[in-house]
């Protein structure tokens, strides 16, 4: 099946540093989607990605259908406590996720 | 919308044990999917459902699992007999047949001791 390689596992910022984080796919894809998952909660999306070479904002998010449609990147600015939470990636067309970044802000 | 509708949020059972765990889907949605949550593994795919119909169950571990789609509104995912390795939380979520958005609900975090 589509292997799909989600870096880094973790990571830990201060509060205002902005954050990169980055999948990669052994297989083409349709369409890249990023969630976010809040302790206690289920994975919410937080931007789709359509073409390749697509760039997207969503307020301090930023994320990029790479141009083989075998990778993208999300980017945060300027992180702020709220940030927290495990960030995955996913792909269509079957909807497997990658193994999520656990992102930590201190204050 | 009240959203995808998960039962029980927590589950405590023995090794043994039969664990029923329950879906409602967002109305309208066509596309039914579950996951399995643990530290180790991440977020796994376990089966999706087209229209009630399993599309896909390569995910599922093992015999004991199995899940079914009776109707538009409702799943089932069935552990039994339950064993320690089981425990995770496990996702469900829906979206419309060919839609990009998938919407979990909050998930049943299964304990087996």
């Known amino acids: 099946g589509q292997q799909l390689n989600q870096s880094p596992q973790s990571m830990f910022i201060q509060e205002g540093e902005d954050v990169s984080m980055n999948c990669t796919s052994s297989s083409i894809f349709n369409t890249w989607l990023w969630y976010k998952q809040d302790p206690g909660e289920g994975p919410v999306l937080l931007i789709a990605?359509?073409?390749?070479?697509e760039l997207t904002s969503n307020g301090r998010l930023t994320a990029q259908f790479g141009i083989t449609r075998k990778d993208s990147f999300l980017n945060i600015s300027a992180s702020i406590p709220s940030d927290v939470g495990i960030y995955f990636c996913?792909?269509?067309?079957?909807?497997?996720f990658g193994a999520g970044t656990r992102l930590t802000v201190k204050p | 919308d009240a959203g995808v509708i998960q039962s029980p949020r927590h589950e405590v059972t023995e090794m043994g044990q039969e664990v029923t765990l329950r879906c409602k889907p967002i109305?309208?949605?066509?596309?039914l999917f579950w996951y399995r949550q643990t530290m180790m593994r991440g977020l796994e795919l376990l089966i999706y459902?087209?229209?009630?119909?399993?599309?896909?169950d390569s995910g599922m571990p093992e015999d004991r699992f199995s899940a079914k789609m009776p109707n538009a509104s409702f799943s089932t995912l069935k552990i039994q007999p339950s064993e320690p390795r089981d425990s995770a939380v496990y996702f469900c979520?829906?979206?419309?047949?060919?839609?990009?958005?998938?919407?979990f609900g909050a998930g049943s975090r299964l304990t087996v001791l």
């Open positions: 459902f087209n229209n009630n119909v399993p599309i896909d």
């Open positions: 109305s309208g949605h066509n596309s």
């Open positions: 996913a792909g269509q067309p079957d909807m497997r």
């Open positions: 979520a829906s979206r419309l047949s060919g839609a990009n958005v998938l919407t």
């Open positions: 990605l359509y073409k390749a070479g």
